[in-house]
């Protein structure tokens, strides 16, 4: 029958056969247990210097958020495994927490947890391989221990170190049995046990990674139905997006943004276009490819912007030609996504080519009209006095006619330079109204 280990500490502890401390020499020296915190001591290696720290140890078990958890089926047939292959009556996974040690599984023990300083596997994680104990009454850390001075308390153990791939140890897979085994364990018995701590590691590791997955998933699932004010799926809200990505009139282009050693951005590489991306620049197959690759003298001020938003952080928005692009001019929002450190870019842009060929049309006819007006503005009084093919004067009207210098087409025969002909007011003012 399985003893109540927990009930055994508390009535240990109040029995006037067990001391209640270890003597000083034990404490520091031996056990390495500190009864005041009740935290483990780190492990120090032949020249002094600690091999781990316990906050790192104790920070790398919270991240498997193991502890407190509820059994599971995977764990309990490690410890029957085990417990069967020695045949031992006391199996346990063993997790060295603050001021506690935690049982993630056990057999023949009958608790979930028992205080730090009567833990054994305390101290096995401060070694640097596989702990065995023939004897528990012979090994002077534990004589006192209430769990073995105990009416068929625990005599032998065998503990193999539960380690991150950091080296960090997090507690034990151990077996124990109420009689000594002067004889230890044989090299068989070792193997299976550090193969089987070995498969415990494995599962913790495979609990931290689904864990962060589904933490991940649930952060991408909120995001996605944020955006898309959506109360679906994920799946579905990606397909919305994709539908939306694909339908965009606009270009649409996710980028990767490369420097040189000086920080200043050298190129970008297209990580994904939508079809609209082609008709808007021209570029085909541009997934997958860099921009120097496909027009080796597109202007560095695209790259300046682009990576100044991938280190700021800063949205722009702003209008520029591309003179590699067929001399396209482009409306752009630009804006980082993703971490710092990947160095994306999504851009949203629109060719406006034909509207800025417009409005310098525009501008030219009305700097054009601005400069015949001043011409046509010449005071009556200092004009001559327009003439009929007869030669009589005409009087100023609307259909009078002022001198004003204009370029004409044809040269002059004797000096080739260009005629001065006229204008009417009235060509003046259909201008200007065209305009």
Same mark, same amino acid.
């Given at each position: 029958?399985?003893?109540?280990?927990?009930?055994?500490?508390?009535?240990?502890?109040? #029995?006037?056969?067990?001391?209640?401390?270890?003597?000083?020499?034990?404490?520091?020296?031996?056990? #390495?247990?500190?009864?005041?915190?009740?935290?483990?001591?780190?492990?120090?290696?032949?020249?002094?210097?600690?091999?781990?720290?316990?906050?790192?140890?104790?920070?790398?078990?919270?991240?498997?958020?193991?502890?407190?958890?509820?059994?599971?089926?995977?764990?309990?047939?490690?410890?029957?495994?085990?417990?069967?292959?020695?045949?031992?009556?006391?199996?346990?996974?063993?997790?060295?927490?603050?001021?506690?040690?935690?049982?993630?599984?056990?057999?023949?023990?009958?608790?979930?947890?028992?205080?730090?300083?009567?833990?054994?596997?305390?101290?096995?994680?401060?070694?640097?391989?596989?702990?065995?104990?023939?004897?528990?009454?012979?090994?002077?850390?534990?004589?006192?221990?209430?769990?073995?001075?105990?009416?068929?308390?625990?005599?032998?153990?065998?503990?193999?170190?539960?380690?991150?791939?950091?080296?960090?140890?997090?507690?034990?897979?151990?077996?124990?049995?109420?009689?000594?085994?002067?004889?230890?364990?044989?090299?068989?018995?070792?193997?299976?046990?550090?193969?089987?701590?070995?498969?415990?590691?494995?599962?913790?590791?495979?609990?931290?990674?689904?864990?962060?997955?589904?933490?991940?998933?649930?952060?991408?699932?909120?995001?996605?139905?944020?955006?898309?004010?959506?109360?679906?799926?994920?799946?579905?809200?990606?397909?919305?997006?994709?539908?939306?990505?694909? #339908?965009?009139?606009?270009?649409?282009?996710?980028?990767?943004?490369?420097?040189?050693?000086?920080?200043?951005?050298?190129?970008?590489?297209?990580?994904?276009?939508?079809?609209?991306?082609?008709?808007?620049?021209?570029?085909?197959?541009?997934?997958?490819?860099?921009?120097?690759?496909?027009?080796?003298?597109?202007?560095?001020?695209?790259?300046?912007?682009?990576?100044?938003? =991938?280190?700021?952080?800063?949205?722009?928005?702003?209008?520029?030609?591309?003179?590699?692009?067929?001399?396209?001019?482009?409306?752009?929002?630009?804006?980082?996504?993703?971490?710092?450190?990947?160095?994306?870019?999504?851009?949203?842009?629109?060719?406006?080519?034909?509207?800025?060929?417009?409005?310098?049309?525009?501008?030219?006819?009305?700097?054009?009209?601005?400069?015949?007006?001043?011409?046509?503005?010449?005071?009556?009084?200092?004009?001559?006095?327009?003439?009929?093919?007869?030669?009589?004067?005409?009087?100023?009207? #609307?259909?009078?006619?002022?001198?004003?210098?204009? =370029?004409?087409?044809?040269?002059?025969?004797?000096?080739?330079?260009?005629?001065?002909?006229?204008?009417?007011?009235?060509?003046?003012?259909?201008?200007?109204? =065209?305009?």
């Amino acid at each position: 029958m399985a003893a109540n280990w927990a009930a055994i500490w508390h009535t240990g502890l109040r #029995s006037p056969f067990v001391p209640m401390e270890l003597p000083a020499r034990a404490l520091f020296e031996a056990s #390495s247990v500190r009864n005041d915190s009740m935290n483990v001591s780190p492990a120090r290696s032949q020249s002094g210097q600690a091999d781990w720290d316990e906050r790192d140890r104790l920070a790398a078990l919270d991240r498997y958020g193991i502890l407190d958890t509820p059994r599971e089926s995977e764990f309990d047939d490690i410890v029957r495994l085990a417990a069967d292959t020695f045949g031992a009556p006391i199996a346990v996974v063993n997790l060295i927490a603050s001021g506690r040690q935690w049982f993630k599984a056990e057999v023949g023990i009958g608790a979930r947890e028992l205080p730090l300083d009567v833990s054994i596997c305390a101290h096995a994680i401060l070694q640097n391989d596989t702990m065995v104990i023939p004897d528990t009454r012979l090994d002077e850390r534990f004589v006192r221990n209430p769990l073995v001075t105990a009416t068929n308390g625990l005599r032998f153990y065998a503990g193999a170190l539960l380690k991150t791939e950091q080296g960090l140890p997090l507690g034990t897979l151990c077996v124990l049995d109420r009689e000594p085994r002067p004889q230890g364990i044989t090299d068989h018995q070792r193997l299976t046990l550090e193969v089987l701590a070995r498969l415990v590691m494995t599962q913790l590791e495979m609990r931290r990674v689904i864990g962060l997955q589904h933490a991940h998933g649930t952060q991408l699932e909120a995001e996605m139905r944020q955006r898309h004010n959506a109360e679906t799926a994920r799946r579905l809200a990606d397909d919305r997006y994709r539908s939306l990505f694909n #339908s965009l009139d606009a270009g649409f282009c996710i980028v990767e943004v490369a420097f040189d050693t000086s920080g200043a951005a050298t190129d970008y590489r297209f990580l994904e276009i939508n079809p609209a991306f082609v008709r808007q620049t021209g570029l085909i197959d541009a997934e997958g490819k860099w921009m120097r690759e496909l027009a080796p003298n597109h202007e560095q001020h695209w790259f300046d912007v682009y990576g100044q938003v =991938a280190i700021t952080g800063e949205a722009v928005r702003f209008e520029n030609p591309a003179k590699a692009l067929n001399d396209r001019w482009y409306d752009v929002h630009a804006f980082r996504v993703g971490d710092v450190d990947a160095h994306l870019v999504a851009i949203l842009f629109n060719d406006i080519t034909e509207r800025r060929r417009s409005e310098l049309r525009r501008n030219a006819l009305l700097s054009l009209g601005d400069r015949l007006r001043s011409r046509a503005t010449i005071p009556r009084s200092q004009a001559p006095r327009p003439r009929s093919s007869a030669g009589r004067s005409v009087p100023y009207g #609307s259909d009078s006619a002022v001198s004003i210098p204009r =370029a004409n087409t044809s040269p002059s025969r004797t000096t080739g330079a260009p005629k001065v002909t006229t204008a009417s007011p009235g060509d003046i003012a259909y201008l200007t109204m =065209a305009i």
